[in-house]
């Protein structure tokens, strides 16, 4: 009997380990775990103004960008494009910004727009994997972004420059986080999305035009990242050939840490987006304060996102990334 | 009892999380015996056969197998100890030739130096099937061409072709039609006959009467009985699978309630490519329109058809105030309701709450000027859930928890919630136990009672005899005959229709 008991509680044990509300608190774990270690390694350098304020001015564009690709992860799909549109829009908006600021806003949001509708035309269309199609159109812009660049950087004008400052970028950041949001939180497209995560085929079957609404959330993805390209714009003040470099793989991992079940649907919280960009933020410049050399932060990101990939998946709704 | 004891179960337990699936089940079997083994969805059955074959890790207790106790970690295992499973679902796997999934974990004999005999392994594999009486079935051939029955008959050869001393049968028949059916209970005698067992287990109570020695009944996990198939009726078993007494009104009884409403619903040559063709009929205010047929007849795209969800459809579905329906968002806006065979898939989001998949179709309708408010349509789910008696801990359950009954009154209780007047219910009661089943029969009495109109598109014979108003038979994708409701249509007047 004394067996059975013990083996019963060994059981609840491993029930609660590998059940959802552990999986849902275990991000702010990580969060906690990542600061007090960064927070230990570096003799407490992390924490001080300077350096919170050197970390904060990393995540303005990174948080708007994921905010868009967190929908797109809520389908269960996947977007590689992100790097490369934040490319092409800050060029865009540089060029433009020598005519009109306004000018330069709507046309980076209109090219990420177009480039994300590209991708949505392609995956729901022909019906290809999200994956594939994007990875093959960010070979694409990649290469419209270098040949831009190549002869020499693309300069933006000195008005757009100006606009460098914390509060406008604070501003647009939570502005894009309380839409989405809100959008996410109380109306049908918030449902709607997680219906099609969670199963494309019964969303259909209940009345979701499955579809539109894959194409309208890539389009919109691509829209945020348009506009977060315009904070990258006054913040570099001019692009090379590497901007947005590796930005798709940043976003991945920042939400993942964060939470986000790469298969998308019924379990992915708000939450995800804040506190996977904080904790990759933290991460990354506690490693840059340490000294580490770029390759070995590379190698040390890459495990423990592997790390925590393995903690938080749900095997139940594995399935290839549409 | 004379005969040898081939099987016994001591203490069987399994739990899932919360769930106690299978609490402390013993029981034996005898060599040459046909044992069902009933229960109602979640009763614990599937579970226990699981265990034994080695599909789930035993929970606690032990299965003695020839006076040897099994120590069985994976299914290769279980059939090298003589305990073979043909499971409910697709057992088959996709990509392999039909040799190759014979033979799956067994290929040693064919094994030359390392390198697979292929020719001989064919050689091999159409003997069996040749001998099975299957020789339609090329060995050489990939899987993929075959049909889900034809499927199921390779399963059955791969499950007993090596003689088990224990073939476990789940739920395989709902997959078969007449013929196949025939063959595998040939199987099981044959199994019988050579002094070895088999573990039946089906919902249909008629099938596992006729076919087997004894039944074992589990409820709720727990065993509660084995009695001698004879000596016991289909009443008794439902009475032991239940509980409590079933009542006699599990159809409708009246038959002198003609249906007099007016047309709510036309369907004008509607033609789906290889499924249907050329298809047109009416359904009537207050009519329960039963269609019937073999699986392939197409019968089952009509209710695809009719909601806006067939790929390729020609011609028109029409409502009585003009609007066609094309698509599936316009058909719910105007009222229909589809619940899928393919209940996981189609019918509801297994990985979602229970909330969820309620308020799915009537957000519009809950939404205040597009807004969406949490405790509204939790509320709203709760009621309907209850109004269904959907057995849950609350609606924010996940539904893939749920047991196939639950799931399906889910579905039911969104549509309710919707408040549909057209429902087309495509195979209701499938892999359904009895006690839900009669809770769904009564619905659809009330329904019709209440002015709606119902399509029923069924499998079983006794279900479109007992509800339906009026049944149409299809045949290769046409309307092959058509009966009105009358107590003196037998099943034999379908089915001369059907083939």
Known sequence: MEKKNKSNEQSKLRAFLTGDKFKAVLP??????????????????ILTPKKLRLLFSQIYYPTIVATGVFFIMTLGSIDFTEGSTLGVASIVISVLSFHSIPLAIIGGILTGAAIGALNGFFHVKFRLPSFIVTICTMYLFRGVCAYFTTESAVPASNAIKALDQDWLKITITLAVLTVAFFLFKFTRIGNDVKAVGSGETAARFSGVRTARVK?????????????????????????????GNQLETQILISLVLGGLPITGGAKVRFTNIIVGTLMYAVLNSGLSILGYEPQVQQLIKGVVFLIFVALTIDRKALKVIK | MDKKTLLVAEHIDKRFGITHAVNDVSLTIAAGEIRGLIGENGSGKSTFCQMLCGIYTIGGGTFTLDGK?????????????????????????????????????????????????????????????????????KAGAMIDQYNFEDRKLVEIVKATYMK???????????????????????????VREDGRSVIFISHDLSEVLAHTDTVSVLRDGEYIDTIESPQVTEDDLKRLMVGREIGSAYYRTDYDDPVTGDTVLSVQSVTVPGELDNISFDLHKGEILGFGGLSESGMHEIGKAIFGASWDREGTVVLADGTKINDIPTAISHSIAYTSKNRDNESIILNESIRNNIVLPSLEDLANHGLLNGRKLTSFADEQAKNMQTKMQNVHQFVSDLSGGNKQKVVLARWLGKGSDILVLDSPTRGIDV?????????????????KAIIMISEEIQELLGMADRILIMKDGKVNGEFLRNPDLSEEDLIAKMV
Do not use: W
């Open chain 2, 69 to 137: 106790q099994l120590h069985i970690r994976n299914q290769v295992e279980a059939n090298n100890e003589g305990i073979s499973i043909i499971v409910q679902e697709m057992g088959t796997l996709s990509g392999l030739t039909v040799a190759e999934n014979i033979y799956l974990g067994h290929e040693e004999p064919f094994m030359r130096m390392g390198v697979k005999d292929t020719r001989a392994m064919n050689r091999e594999a159409q003997k069996l099937l040749d001998s099975y009486g299957f020789g339609q079935i």
């Open chain 2, 164 to 190: 088990p001393k224990i073939l476990v049968i789940d739920e395989t028949t709902t997959a078969l039609s007449q013929n196949g059916r025939l063959e595998l209970y040939k199987i099981m005698d044959a």
């Open chain 1, 28 to 45: 702010l774990i990580g969060f906690v775990i990542i600061i007090v270690v960064m927070h230990i390694m570096t003799n407490g350098k």
């Open chain 1, 215 to 243: 194409f309208l959330t890539f389009v919109c993805a691509g829209a945020l990242t348009g506009l977060a390209a315009f904070v990258n714009v006054i913040k570099v003040g001019s692009i090379t050939s590497t901007a």
């Open chain 2, 435 to 451: 006690k839900v089943k009669q809770a769904i029969y009564a619905l659809m009495a009330d329904l019709r009672k209440q002015g």
